[in-house]
């Protein structure tokens, strides 16, 4: 079997950084005012620029989000950028639109299109007339079951194929949506979708306001459109099996602490399932791994659905046990500490688990000293403190505790 890609989200260089060091084969971005992400999760050419010169150093892909469905207004900004993503190098850009698909392949016919799974990719033949485009990639629609995936990769075994494992589900189709739009200006189809679905509704008679028609699923409320979460670790021998060789986890608004959880879980999964695939099974660890961090509970979504809409969610707010609660700035062997940047706030005896890419470790907090040496009984956000290891840490290895 060859090897996949664990393909991570980056919505900036920190959370590049966290993604490399705990186990992506590749990472994308991005990019400033062509990316269907808000602004907070996307990056400057500057920034991309860096990114892509450290993760190449470290033998990892960096793929850019340039998949905005333009408008005219938007083209000259996309005359200037592409060839100057082509520079840096990217390694590949994430599209959507024909027209800047036309644009890549005029403009930079050398530079790699992946199309984004906005463009709702669902047959053989759609995958044949995107590969007549010039396409190399396909991120396929994320209403397509496992068997499907299977007929498509079969009938084109020359395209790469793309699939999320893991991360939010839209109750959109392929994510098109006004209702966060509608509901408060700020449009999921611009990236910036505010999870409108999520939130509690009643259905109100107009003369009767005080006196809504209550839906309920049950007793929390109606959460008729919130979608749990996707997660196919269980079941990544038939993921790979469609012949999918690269397997994406969303989530560029997420935190640093969910890219570290996801990457180094399915790392660890996709290292059980190339050394011996038919022994593969989850281990129930890695589970408890991917409860720490935020989420809706978890469900197979469309996998082995024929036309089924998704399991709903009900959770009004995220599921997560664990926040993120310092990042290791450097380990001094002799002395056996690690000095870390704390984030929110630290109390002497919080229980503390280092993340490091192969093993978690509990840390004692009740030793925290500060940089003058002196012991502390608390460290708030940005404070530096020293903690005692007697192993080392990798920088940029975080810290968690259990949410407060
Ligand atoms: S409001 Fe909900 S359904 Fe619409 S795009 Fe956002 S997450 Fe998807």
Redesign the pocket.
């Known amino acids: 079997m060859k090897k996949p890609e664990l393909l991570i989200p980056a919505g900036n260089l920190e959370k590049m950084r966290t993604a490399i060091l705990y186990g992506a084969d590749a990472v994308y971005m991005g990019v400033t005012g062509l990316s269907l992400r808000a602004q907070s999760a996307e990056m400057s050419l500057a920034d991309l620029t860096n990114g892509v010169l450290e993760a190449h150093a470290c033998g990892v892909k960096v793929y850019a989000a340039i998949n905005t469905f333009a408008r005219n207004c938007d083209l000259e900004q996309a005359r200037r950028i592409i060839p100057e993503l082509a520079a840096i190098p990217i390694d590949a850009v994430i599209v959507s639109d024909p027209g800047m698909i036309r644009l890549i392949r005029s403009l930079e016919p050398h530079l790699p299109i992946h199309l984004s799974t906005q463009a709702n990719t669902t047959n053989a033949e759609a995958v044949r007339f995107w590969q007549d485009q010039g396409v190399k990639r396909i991120v396929l629609a994320r209403e397509l079951n496992l068997k499907e995936v299977g007929e498509i990769a079969a009938a084109v075994p020359e395209m790469e194929l793309e699939l999320f494992v893991h991360g939010?589900m839209?109750?959109?189709y392929s994510?098109r949506?006004y209702?966060?739009a509608y509901r408060n200006q700020r449009s999921?189809n611009e990236g910036d979708?505010?999870?409108?679905?999520?939130w509690e509704y009643l259905l109100s008679e107009l003369t009767r306001p005080g006196d809504p028609l209550v839906l309920e699923e049950d007793e929390r409320y109606s959460y008729l459109?919130s979608s749990k979460d996707l997660c196919l670790i269980d079941h990544l021998p038939e993921v790979l099996a469609s012949g999918v060789i690269s397997l994406k986890i969303e989530g560029r608004m997420k935190s640093t602490h969910y890219v570290a959880a996801v990457s180094r879980t399915y790392r660890w999964a996709l290292d059980a399932l190339m050394q011996k695939k038919e022994y593969y099974r989850c281990d129930p660890q890695w589970m408890e791994e991917l409860k720490k961090i935020s989420n809706r509970g978890y469900t197979t979504g469309f996998a082995f659905a024929e036309e089924k809409i998704n399991e709903t969610s009900p959770e009004i707010k995220y599921l997560q046990t664990h926040e993120l609660a310092a990042t290791v700035l450097q380990y001094d062997a002799a002395q056996k500490m690690i000095l870390i940047s704390v984030r929110n706030h630290l109390v002497a005896g919080d229980e503390v688990e280092l993340l490091l890419p192969d093993d978690t470790v509990t840390i004692d907090t009740r030793l925290m000293v500060d940089t003058e040496g002196n012991q502390i009984q608390k460290a708030n956000n940005d404070n530096q403190v020293y903690l005692p290891l007697t192993r080392e840490a990798p920088i940029g290895a975080l810290l968690r505790q259990k949410v407060k």
């Open positions: 939010a839209c109750m959109a994510g949506c209702l966060s999921a979708c505010t999870q409108a679905c999520r459109l």
